[in-house]
């Protein structure tokens, strides 16, 4: 049975996801570079994460194996090569993302130099299947100097039949050398009928109140809206914003409680959580007060009480974002050295009661 672009079942892993929806610009710009036969040694697929990225290179990761004559990036999801593909086995694929350390057995911060030979190596191989070979990193900018320099070498001098595929959600990261020698495929944020397609499986078991919230914080991203639901977000970004209410005059009692509940445990991912949240309503708050349209009507709505108070402080626009780029600071250097999420969130909303008091 022939491929097609129906929803898939909710998110499946990218690399056995048969379907990619809102995304058909970026896939007919590879195919007409594939086509020309000029294809590019480098590209970076840049954008928001959750956006259908990585499902993308392992689309364009099978077309070229495959050595793809059709005019979609289409594979059936029943054939051996999707198959081996999705578990994992093709011998002309490698895959590299950030590695789980052994002795503490937690995902490494970044890509390191080993890992990188590793891919390079299997690049400079003749490929053992068909006709070419294809490599995938994941979260690219997460490369250490070393790795990226490794990787910059094959860049400027590619074996042939060589694909080297860079998902990146902050491509500025990159060394301006990998930028420069990569040709960039920029995705899109999903439209509300297309996230609302690929979500319907989960929406579907949601009060509707609870839906429209989740597709609105979700902002076009479908893995957005899966990592908001499984992390309880819906009801984590209502509390957030009724205590953002309490400003100027803060309700510690209420924040001691937030922050109690993000201190250990699952209560680190729901730390994590709150900080992200916490960035997107002042991230919000900014475009509103530099007259910048809103990212999301639905979620403006619920946030008008929030946007009116916070507002009004005599700061205005230049505060705010001062505040937004302290706070992005804040939550970096705490995740760098490990600070305590309570103290972490304290200080931040200490640090919004006193610009909401100016």
């Known amino acids: 049975m022939a491929e097609t672009e129906a929803a898939p079942s909710l998110l499946p892993e990218p690399r056995a996801n048969p379907a990619l929806l809102g995304q058909e610009s970026a896939e007919q710009a590879f195919l007409a570079a594939w086509q020309s036969g000029r294809l590019a040694h480098g ?43 999705a578990a994992g086995g093709h011998s002309d694929l490698f895959y590299l993302a950030r590695q789980v350390n052994e002795k503490t057995g937690k995902l490494r911060s970044e890509i390191g130099i080993d890992d990188a030979r590793a891919l390079c190596a299997l690049l400079a191989l003749t490929p053992g299947e068909g006709e070419w070979r294809v490599a995938i990193i994941d979260g690219a900018e997460e490369m250490t100097r070393n790795a990226a320099n490794a990787i910059l070498k094959v860049l400027e001098e590619p074996p042939a039949r060589a694909l080297l595929i860079l998902v990146s959600h902050a491509p500025g ?104 949240l916490l960035l997107a309503v002042i991230a919000r708050l900014v475009r509103g007060l530099s007259g910048g349209a809103p990212a999301s009507h639905g979620l403006v709505r619920n946030e008008i009480a929030t946007q009116t108070q916070l507002g009004t402080a005599r700061g205005g626009l230049e505060q705010w974002v001062e505040v937004w780029d302290n706070l992005r600071r804040l939550f970096a250097r705490a995740d760098a050295i490990d600070l305590e999420p309570r103290q972490t969130l304290i200080s931040a909303f200490g640090t919004l009661e006193r610009a909401a008091r100016r």
Do not use: M, N
């Not at 499902?55 to 059709?70: E, K, N, P, Y």
């Not at 609105?216 to 957005?224: D, N, V, Y």
């Not at 509390?239 to 209420?254: C, F, K, M, S």
């Open 43 to 85: 590209w970076v697929l840049s954008g928001p994460r959750g956006i259908g990225k990585e499902t993308l290179a392992f689309r364009i990761a099978r077309h070229v194996l495959a050595s793809g004559t059709g005019d979609r990036l289409a594979c059936d999801p029943g054939t051996p090569l999707f198959r081996r593909v």
């Open 173 to 276: 990261r990159l060394l301006p050398t990998i930028r420069s020698r990569c040709r960039f495929l920029p995705l899109q944020r999903l439209a509300d009928t297309s996230l609302r397609t690929v979500l319907a499986p989960l929406l579907a078991g949601l009060p509707a109140d609870d839906a429209e919230l989740l597709l609105a914080l979700a902002e076009g991203s479908p893995g957005r809206a899966l990592a908001l639901h499984e992390a309880g977000g819906v009801a984590l970004y209502r509390d957030l914003l009724g205590l953002l209410d309490t400003l100027p005059a803060l309700d510690h009692v209420r924040l001691h409680a937030l922050a109690d509940r993000a201190q250990s445990g699952e209560g680190r991912d729901r730390y994590r959580l709150i900080g992200e």
